[in-house]
């Protein structure tokens, strides 16, 4: 839905998308590159990558700009996403594929958490309708504390984990599967298969 409001503002002001003025241009390579030799060089153009959250106004979305892009065009793009959510202008577009892998398949990472949590309490005997319930309650009870408070996330997970106690537990668990690098890996290989995407358009004229 935030791509289609964006290109129906570019198409209203002659460009093919928009963002922030200033983008490098040695830095302007990859899908927008490939933007700019299907539509012409001289067009402002912006990406974005929103995600499925802002559908619900909830969404986050990342985005950059060539250097056509004038201070008037990023504000009418950021206008129009800002509807769908949080933005952030990203300098150098070949970051697009970690916020691909970030933001725009985010989502789906909470779900599949959201998922083992329901799973993993179905197990212990709950009902599964009140396992899920608790689940996604926490997951956005959570989020909201993360975003309305500004504070640190190892903040916020030290104050709920109390000394040899059962989230400490679970905490240790986590951590002898190694977590933090379940999840590096995770990032990487979606950042990689984005930039496979990315390199797939070279055969489309």
Known sequence: MAKRLLAAGAR?????GQQPSGGSRHRWRGGSGKLERWFGNGLPIVRCMPNTPA??????????????????????AQHILDAAGLTRWINDETLMDTVTAVSGSGPAYFFMLVEA??????????PRDTARAL???????????????????????????????????????????????????????????????????????
Not at 12 to 16: E, H, I, S
Not at 64 to 76: F, G, I, M, T, W
Not at 161 to 166: A, I, K, L, R, V
Request: charged fraction near 15%; glycine fraction near 12%.
């Open 12 to 16: 209203r002001n002659g460009a093919a």
């Open 55 to 76: 559908l619900i106004g909830a969404g986050a979305t990342g985005l950059c700009a060539n250097h056509r892009v004038s201070p008037a065009q990023k504000a009418q």
């Open 117 to 126: 949590l329901e799973a993993a309490a179905v197990a212990q005997g709950l």
């Open 135 to 205: 689940a996604a309650q926490t997951c956005l009870g959570a989020g909201r504390m993360l975003v309305e408070g500004g504070e640190d996330p190892a903040l916020l997970r030290q104050r709920v984990t109390s000394p040899n106690g059962t989230t400490q537990a679970a905490l240790e668990s986590f951590g002898a599967d190694e977590l933090p690098r379940i999840v590096a890996r995770a990032v990487a290989a979606a950042t990689h298969r984005g930039a496979e995407l990315a390199a797939s358009l070279d055969n489309i004229s």
